[in-house]
């Protein structure tokens, strides 16, 4: 059974940072993007970025509203993905979603639970 | 980027059929037929529903139906039953190499 856990959330003040981790199993995590999708309490879906698979040297894709604050790494040897959240906003608060890639790379077939991520002095 | 264009709620009664419309643009999904569906109940994860435009995973009904025409998207449920009742939102492969989300539709089982 595919299974993908969010971990680290939690509550920081504005311009403190946090990392997230997101625990894969049941699958071959090396063969599979992975993407991290966020939602604000109460509002909509809004994609963060991916981690494409070992083919594809593990490059990476950052939304506009993140790049160059946010970093996302993986260890295959621990199938686990990462979020590196640096200089965060009260508007970054949202619960974040880890979600696998299917074979095409251009959906999400299965998603975690999430971890909220509260910003807030 | 941003946000694809979605109805905030649309609603049916059971066994009716409801089409929700997902607009976006020349980026991304009238230049890709990489668009998806998720459905996403209250209090829980999104779950895929279709894919590239109107394909559907092993598991997902039959009642649910995709489509693209130009800049648009739209995904209908047939036969629309209680369980259907939850948020549904759209998302789009981009000409950035990036994704995005429509705003999300609210559907009501009347």
């Known amino acids: 059974e595919v299974q993908l856990v969010e971990s680290g959330g939690g509550l920081v003040q504005p311009g403190g940072s946090l990392r997230l981790s997101c625990a894969a199993s049941g699958f071959t995590f090396s063969d599979h993007y992975v993407d991290w999708v966020r939602q604000a309490p109460g509002k909509g879906l809004e994609w963060v970025g991916r981690?494409?698979?070992?083919?594809?040297?593990?490059?990476?894709e950052y939304a506009a509203s993140v790049k160059g604050r946010f970093t996302i790494s993986r260890d295959d040897s621990k199938n686990s993905l990462y979020l590196q959240m640096n200089s965060l906003k009260t508007e970054d608060t949202a619960v974040y979603y880890c979600?696998?890639?299917?074979?095409?790379?251009?959906?999400?077939?299965?998603w975690g639970q999430g971890t909220l991520v509260t910003v807030s002095s | 980027q941003s946000a694809l264009t979605q109805p905030p709620s649309v609603s049916g009664s059971p066994g009716q059929s409801v089409t929700i419309s997902c607009t976006g643009t020349s980026s991304d999904v009238g230049s890709y037929n990489r668009v998806s569906w998720y459905q996403q109940p209250p209090g829980t994860a999104p779950k895929l529903m279709i894919y590239?435009?109107?394909n559907r995973p092993s598991g997902v009904p039959d009642r649910f139906s995709g489509s693209k025409s130009g800049n648009t998207a739209s995904l209908t449920i047939s036969g629309l039953q209680a369980e259907d009742e939850a948020d549904y939102y759209c998302s789009s492969y981009t000409s950035s190499s990036t994704f995005v989300f429509g705003t999300g539709t609210k559907v009501t089982v009347l």
């Open positions: 981690s494409r698979n070992k083919a594809n040297i593990y490059t990476t």
């Open positions: 979600a696998r890639g299917t074979p095409s790379g251009y959906s999400l077939d299965h």
């Open positions: 590239d435009v109107s």
